[in-house]
């Protein structure tokens, strides 16, 4: 395989989130704060740092701590799941000796345990980076700058990594750091729109790894 590492994208790429997690959102701002949040106000806002994120669509309606709160107090009532093939895959990646990690939007407390809950291998990836683990955030390139040190430690260029995600601005930050890229259609970009901005796109992740092994 061309690639010796494999970096994801978490939610609607390794994970089943949007429709989860939207409703999520919305039950929280009803709740604590009579807030009737919009799928629009969702959508523009979607893929944003998990906090900045939060304090807009709850309209900065209490402390950024509370509202943090909020959001973990109903948390278990809108668990991620595994996306379809992803468990799978990511297992297969490792076994044939490839590197492979997470670059998410999510803080990363809460992805490692959404992954460990799952089954994910967390202890074998290279790499777990959320949102408050580094001071900048997709789309922009820098994004990358600490896994391609700790890969450029294991003797791996940026030629040989590639990025795998859901949104244009995963294909944006990848393109302008150098690396390879696929789009997966599994969260609100269509294949047609990937293709538009230059970026190859499969359908599913189980399509991106056969493309791979070809």
């Known amino acids: 395989m061309k690639y010796k590492a494999v970096l994801f994208d978490l939610d609607d790429t390794l994970l089943k989130t949007a429709v989860i997690k939207w ?15 919009t799928d629009e106000a969702l959508a523009k806002h979607w893929g944003m740092p998990f906090e900045p994120m939060i ?4 309209q900065e ?32 990646l490792l076994d044939a000796g490839v590197e492979v990690g997470v670059i998410t939007s999510t803080l ?3 992805a490692r345990n959404d992954l460990m809950r799952l089954g994910f291998p967390v202890d074998q990836f290279f790499l777990l980076q959320g949102a ?7 789309p922009d390139p820098k994004v990358f700058e600490k896994a391609l040190k700790l890969l450029s430690e ?3 260029t940026r030629q040989e990594v590639l ?23 599994t969260g609100f970009v269509a ?5 538009r901005e230059g970026a190859h796109a499969c359908s599913s992740l189980a399509e991106i790894v056969c493309a791979l092994q070809a």
Request: charged share 25%; hydrophobic share 40%; net charge negative.
């Open 132 to 138: 408050d683990d580094e001071p900048v955030h997709k």
């Open 191 to 195: 294949q047609e729109q990937f293709e």
């Open 23 to 37: 409703a999520h959102h919305k039950a929280v701002a009803k709740q604590f704060y009579n807030i009737d949040l």
């Open 154 to 156: 294991k003797r791996i």
């Open 61 to 92: 309606a209490d402390t950024p701590e509370n509202m943090l709160k909020a959001n973990v107090s109903l948390e278990d009532q809108f668990l991620k799941e595994v996306q379809e093939d992803g468990l799978a895959i990511v297992n297969a």
């Open 163 to 185: 990025y795998i995600g859901d949104a244009l601005m995963d294909y944006y930050a990848s393109r302008d750091a150098g690396i390879g890229f696929i789009g997966v259609t």
């Open 55 to 58: 304090a807009i669509l709850y």
């Open 108 to 110: 990363g407390s809460r």
